[in-house]
């Protein structure tokens, strides 16, 4: 069936849209007996699920596991990758019943999968393993059983960090008997999130030295390029890789599809929504059971709505079409689930919230409205499809940003390098300190005590002179009144978020959150604040308590607001001269200062200025780390600075886009600043910088890659069929300005001449 | 940069004195104690039996009547209580956060000997001598067999367990009885007293004036600065606290005691009265209810008390089918109060006791006029009521026709 309707495709005018296909062959099950330690009673529960033997990962992961040996399993989809961990886990309980292991999940709901599914194991083995999860929402009565009668305790890193570890006494049953702590999908601990993690990681190591356990670290990941690397940084000690996968997949066709051009002058593309309804539609017309992916919430519920309605035309379809996302009950989700796996609903579109572990079984074919940001998320999500023998699809249909527009016209990228590297920085100084101070809470330091292996007594020495900490005979004691897990949360990139509060009809309901550096540009009075495709006019902003109040508005223009930013370079790390690099360049610490001074009103469509307002809120510094990189231009004197000013924005839009490819991050990740005459190069200068304070590593790894990272945003630019600039590739010019695209490529094409190969 | 310069101009502030390093605190019965984990401070004062701590003297605890404690603490383990085995206990410390970042430097405790009572008060000069204080503390803990605390069930001695287990004490095994006041005073006070804070009960009902007294929410910070300074008279006031509030457990009991003791007749605030009243209600002594409803109601000082002691009151009367009794106060709720309840009790009692439907039905109008404005679940609910009455007033009529 999928055939005919694969073929179909192939024949219609849709085929020109396509600019990939690729048939990946079936590929065998490669198996191992069951292992000869495996208690009998696994073997037996195996058998019942129809599991006569386990893939070659498997079988490794329980070897090396068995053996004490922290490893990373790197496996894709529905590869059985649970069996990893709990195999060894549940054979060890089962043998040493007061043994206890911890299990971390980055959401709750993929923590109560996991629940589910250890409780209906631990039944059928005799009640002998319990099995809990302990998060926000375990009811306080409940609390006490979990601390002491747990085998496995499932959580997540946020309820570790504030709710585990900084009452570490009431959990000394688990600490002292821990011999396994599990960190499912490795891969989303990366950036600002996963150096947060490591420290807690480092924490809770800690903590478990003190108890006298050493817990063995059995870590899964989606793929990604530096699995062992990641492993190692995250939880500080050396892992062994396991990505040798065993598990049989059937053969898949895998066809990237571009919107064609319908304006080619302000290269605009036909909505990647309505083409990825069009293909959807195809297949469940078809009866085939379907997964659409998407990355917004409000795209979502569109789909949904579009595909329901569609199909009501076609009888009784429209039933078994169901949204899937993070914000449904739990109840409603586990349904859904089901009805997935028992062929119930035929069509399901979700966010990445299905991406990760929660079992659905295969589906015939994937249709993914837009790159999900990340190589390893698209496989995540192309692995969704495909079953045992039979043949899957999986569409990726792009979208007009230039980092989408990269990746559907270079698909050997994707398939050339596999997947990027996840990057953290568990030594970002900000970070480390905030975990010091948890850390000093939970146990007082010894003199000399190595944290991460790290020497950090230059930062414990300044929390002493803070007064937060008290170096008396040879420790550091925590000598303040303030609980400062409270303080630190894992999550935003900044610890002090602003909230934007709806007050329409009296509610007063949070609806979303900006990092403070982005406030006075997003959140400033007056200004249109868009949520899920929603207008909200922000009637005041609370700059003290970090508030916005804003209501439901429905107007017909959009604010823009000036953010002058200045960048000030404090200090040079590395830096290489034209000859060996492109360009000149370098990276380091900068101060990034930056206040709005006025915003604009523009009307929807025609984009003119119907007015503009002030904004008075203070100027804010951060202290970063930036790439930049330095290219004399030689230009006429009579080109206006003007232009080069907006060809320099236009390079800097493009890099801004397409640098998150090698880094695994969000474009909101990194900032911009485009100098036509820079003070500290004396010339026309790019800077990216990093929106964290302090950075987490992309600055430096922006330097190593520095060619690749230009010579993307070159071929982009020089693919893009637009003719003066558009979303795919330097942004729109409000002005159309001929000369912009043109210097912008002048531009790139001289920072990449004047290097040669990048060193080896 | 260096790493020392960034982390400062991340966050500047003014340095500040490490201070002496040996404090020399030379406090009236103050000592230092040493023991295998270290050296700490201890201070013990001895009170005789026959001395005043506020209004009440120290030697009313010998005659408390511990069942009457545990009627008032819901807790029937108090009943076998043994005074020369219990500890009274408080702590002070370095926050109220909790977690294991929060810590006792001082613990007071008391307990009887013979003709006094001893107040005995462990003392952390610093960070290091913990572990040391923590320890005769730990033995000596296992030499009693009841903790006497002021929410010590949910703050102090958790807190101490979680230090022990820091100290890698063995957790301690014994299951002690424990008498946390905080609960048994705010039944009884909750609601004549603005708060049921130690302090507040102090100033209102123990009457233990404290001069000079440093708020409790001042202490941790007071300890940091003792901590920076070693300056000795920092710790002053806090340990005259910490000793005053341990003392004041003692005549809590007694006053506890003194309070479920007495007859309804001496009884003058009408809350507390009532408060009492609900505790016997909650353990079904009508009997004695009965007593302080009446008293509370007889007292005549608030509306609202008067007005719930008097539906409590008929609520009794009515489980003890003691009709008339009930029916008087409904009757005057209703009259007086405009009482919802009492018209719905009456509608019942005609409709269903009295098999009266006329008045049945007048007072489920008169309920239901009353709810209209206040009440729309109620109404509707006398609405229901209204419906059935008349539809069995109709066929009454219909059969005393036919008889006719």
Redesign the interface.
């Known amino acids: 069936m999928i055939g005919q309707v694969l073929e179909q495709f192939r024949k219609s005018h849709l085929a020109k849209n396509v600019t990939f296909w690729q048939t990946i062959p079936e590929k065998p099950a490669q198996y191992r007996p069951f292992p000869s330690s495996l208690n009998p009673q696994i073997a037996d529960l195996l058998r019942d699920k129809g599991i006569e033997q386990l893939y070659t990962h498997q079988a490794q992961a329980f070897e090396l596991v068995s053996s004490s040996k922290d490893i990373v399993v790197v496996t894709p989809t529905a590869s059985g990758k649970t069996l990893c961990y709990n195999l060894p886990v549940l054979n060890h309980i089962l043998a040493n019943p007061a043994s206890r292991a911890l299990y971390l999940f980055p959401t709750k709901a993929l923590a109560q999968d996991q629940v589910a599914e250890l409780m209906s194991m631990g039944e059928r083995l005799g009640h002998a393993i319990k099995t809990y999860t302990y998060d926000g929402d375990t009811a306080s009565d409940a609390r006490q059983a979990i601390r002491s009668a747990g085998n496995i305790v499932v959580t997540n890193p946020d309820m570790l960090h504030s709710g585990i570890l900084p009452h570490h006494t009431k959990w000394m049953g688990l600490f002292e008997n821990l011999m396994y702590v599990v960190v499912d999908e490795l891969h989303i601990y990366r950036g600002v999130f996963g150096s947060h993690v490591a420290n807690v990681l480092r924490r809770l190591q800690r903590v478990c030295r003190f108890y006298g356990s050493n817990p063995v670290f059995i870590c899964a990941s989606a793929t990604i390029a530096n699995p062992g690397e990641h492993g190692r940084r995250l939880i500080g000690r050396e892992v062994e890789v396991v990505d040798q996968n065993g598990a049989p997949s059937g053969p898949k066709e895998v066809i990237f599809y571009n919107p064609p051009v319908v304006n080619q002058s302000l290269g605009i593309r036909r909505s990647s929504l309505l083409e990825t309804q069009r293909i959807a539609e195809e297949f469940i017309a078809n009866k085939i059971q379907t997964i659409v992916f998407t990355r917004a919430r409000v795209d979502l519920e569109v789909l949904v709505s579009y595909l329901q309605r569609s199909f009501k035309r076609l009888g009784d379809l429209a039933e078994k079409i169901r949204g899937y996302r993070g914000g449904y009950l739990p109840k409603q989700r586990r349904e859904i689930e089901r009805d997935l796996r028992e062929g119930k609903v035929l069509g399901v579109v979700s966010t990445n919230a299905l991406e990760l572990g929660v079992d659905i079984g295969s589906l015939q074919a994937v249709v993914i409205n837009g790159y999900p940001g990340t190589i390893a998320s698209l496989w995540q999500q192309i692995g969704r499809a495909g079953r045992k023998h039979e043949l899957a699809a999986a569409v990726l249909v792009g979208n007009s940003s230039p980092l989408n527009q990269y990746i559907i016209t270079h698909p050997e990228f994707v398939l050339g390098q596999g997947a990027e590297r996840a990057l953290i920085d568990p030594d970002n100084m900000y970070i480390l300190l905030s975990h010091l101070k948890c850390a000093a809470f939970e146990l007082p330091f010894q003199a000399g005590e190595l944290f991460g292996g790290k020497d950090v007594a230059e930062y414990l020495s300044f929390l002493v002179d803070e007064g937060i900490l008290r170096f008396v005979e040879g420790r550091y004691y925590w000598m303040s009144e303030v609980y400062p897990a409270n303080d630190i949360s894992l999550r935003s990139a900044s610890s002090d978020n602003f909230v934007i509060i709806d007050t329409t009809d009296g509610a007063s309901s949070v609806i979303g959150e900006v990092d403070r550096f982005s406030a006075p540009m997003l959140i400033h009075e007056g200004a249109i604040y868009m949520h899920e495709g929603r207008q909200y006019h922000v009637d005041q902003l609370d700059w003290e308590r970090q508030k916005a109040y804003a209501r439901r508005v429905k107007v017909d223009y959009y604010t823009d607001a000036n953010l002058d930013v200045d960048l000030k370079v404090l200090s040079v790390s590395e830096s290489l001269q034209p000859g060996t690099k492109p360009a000149a360049q370098s990276w380091g610490e900068v101060l990034v200062s930056a206040k709005t001074h006025l915003y604009k009103k523009i009307r929807f469509y025609t984009h003119e200025n119907i007015g503009w307002g002030p904004i008075s809120l203070p100027e804010q510094e951060m202290h970063t780390t930036a790439f930049w990189f330095a290219q004399k231009l030689d230009l006429e004197p009579s080109v206006p600075s003007e232009v080069v000013q907006n060809a320099l924005n236009g390079v800097a839009h493009l890099l801004l886009n397409t640098a998150p490819l090698e880094l695994m991050c969000e474009p909101g990740d990194l900032g911009v600043v485009a100098q036509v005459k820079s003070p500290f190069t004396k010339l026309p200068t790019i800077y990216i910088y990093e929106k964290y304070p302090g950075g987490v590593g992309y600055a430096k790894q922006l330097f190593d890659l520095s060619r690749l990272v230009l010579e993307r945003a070159y071929q982009l630019l020089q693919g893009c069929p637009c003719e003066a600039g558009c979303p795919s590739c330097i942004g729109p010019q409000v002005d159309i300005d001929q000369e912009a695209k043109q210097y912008a490529r002048l531009f790139l094409e001289e920072a990449l001449k004047h290097g040669t190969e990048p060193e080896a | 940069?260096e790493?020392?310069q960034?982390?400062?101009?991340?966050?500047a502030?003014p340095?500040?004195d490490k201070g002496l390093e040996a404090a020399e605190l030379g406090f009236a019965n103050g000592r230092e104690v040493s023991n295998p984990f270290g050296r700490y401070y201890m201070v013990e004062h001895t009170y005789p039996l026959d001395s005043y701590h506020g209004r009440l003297r120290l030697d009313s605890i010998l005659t408390v009547d511990w069942s009457r404690l545990a009627f008032i603490a819901k807790d029937e383990s108090v009943k076998t209580l043994d005074l020369r085995k219990a500890l009274f206990l408080d702590t002070e410390t370095?926050?109220?956060?909790?977690?294991?970042?929060?810590c006792a430097f001082l613990i007071g405790v008391a307990f009887v000997r013979d003709d006094d009572v001893v107040v005995r008060q462990y003392l952390m000069r610093?960070?290091?001598e913990e572990a040391a204080m923590l320890f005769d503390l730990y033995r000596m803990i296992q030499e009693f067999d009841a903790i006497v605390s002021f929410n010590g069930k949910c703050f102090d001695w958790p807190l101490l367990?979680?230090r022990f287990?820091?100290a890698r004490f063995e957790p301690l095994r014994k299951n002690y009885v424990h008498l946390d006041l905080l609960h048994a005073a705010r039944r009884l006070w909750r609601a004549s007293l603005p708060s049921c804070s130690l302090d507040s009960l102090e100033a209102h009902v123990l009457k233990v004036a404290r001069e000079q007294d440093i708020p409790g929410s001042l202490i941790?910070?007071r300890y940091?600065d003792f901590?920076?300074t070693k300056r000795a008279e920092l710790l002053i006031d806090i340990l005259e606290h910490n000793r005053s509030d341990v003392l004041s457990l003692v005549t809590l009991v007694g006053t506890l005691d003194l309070m479920a003791g007495k007859p309804a007749a001496e009884i003058k605030s009408d809350s507390l009265c009532w408060a009492i009243a609900r505790l016997y209600v909650q353990d079904r002594q009508w009997h004695r209810a009965i007593e302080f409803l009446q008293q509370a109601a007889s007292l005549n000082q608030s509306k609202a008390v008067r007005s719930a002691a008097c539906s409590q009151l008929a609520l009794i009367y009515r489980r003890l089918n003691l009709w008339d009794q009930a029916q008087a106060i409904w009757l005057m709720l209703a009259q007086e109060n405009g009482d919802i309840q009492a018209c719905e009790e009456l509608a019942k009692f005609y409709e269903h006791i009295c098999k009266d439907l006329g008045k049945a039905r007048q007072f489920a109008k008169q309920g239901l006029a009353l709810a209209m404005a206040k009440d729309r679940l109620r109404a509707a609910a006398f609405e229901h009521r209204l419906e059935r009455l008349e539809r069995k007033l109709a066929r009454q009529e219909k059969t005393t026709l036919s008889v006719h």
Not at chain 2, 6 to 11: G, I, P, W
Not at chain 2, 94 to 102: E, L, M, R, S
């Open positions: 940069m790493l020392n960034k982390l400062r101009r991340f966050a502030g340095k500040l370095t926050g109220i956060a909790g977690g294991a970042g929060t610093d960070y290091h367990r979680d287990t820091l941790p910070q940091f901590l920076r």
